[in-house]
């Protein structure tokens, strides 16, 4: 039996067309990477050397009905801090909201920090994460990059 030339080509034609169409998108650059939930940001952290504890969503500090949502309360030690430290992070959905909403954190922490002089911020976009320190500065860098891992394009 002989295919007749004209399917032939056809069929020629559309195999190259999906081949073609595979190689492109092998050529498109990968999306950019959006921010992690906490899960993903507490892995961040324990995967460079903190121990997480008395982890506890709502936890703002503070008890501003604004921030509550995007507030989650934690314990960490780890890298020079032998005694846990408080510390809470603040999520905020879009890089937008975070622009906006970072400055309402501050007047929040005034309210629990024990020494306001020694609180330690740090901010990644779409997140802030703050603290009672000093904090030893493989605990303070092991925060930021797991941040800065985690938020991904900052939403």
């Known amino acids: 039996m002989r295919i007749h030339p004209v ?13 073609l169409a595979g190689c492109s998108a092998i050529l498109l650059p990968s999306p950019a990477p959006t921010p992690m939930d906490f899960p993903g940001i507490a892995g961040e952290l324990a995967g460079r050397g903190l121990v997480l504890d008395r982890i506890s969503s709502g936890d703002d500090g503070c008890k501003d009905s604004t921030l509550t949502g995007t507030a989650i309360g934690f314990d960490a030690s780890g890298l020079g801090v032998a005694s846990p430290v408080r510390l809470r ?20 922490v005034a309210i629990w920090a024990t020494d ?5 911020f740090i901010g990644a976009k779409p997140y802030v994460l703050v603290g009672q320190g000093p904090w030893p500065a493989a605990f303070k860098s092991a925060i930021r990059e797991a941040l800065t891992v985690a938020a991904g394009n900052g939403g």
């Open 116 to 120: 306001p002089a020694t609180v330690e």
């Open 7 to 19: 399917r032939q080509l056809a069929s020629g034609l559309a195999l190259s067309a999906v081949l």
């Open 89 to 108: 992070i603040y999520i905020f959905r879009t890089g937008e909201t975070y622009e906006r909403r970072q400055a309402d954190v501050e007047p929040c």
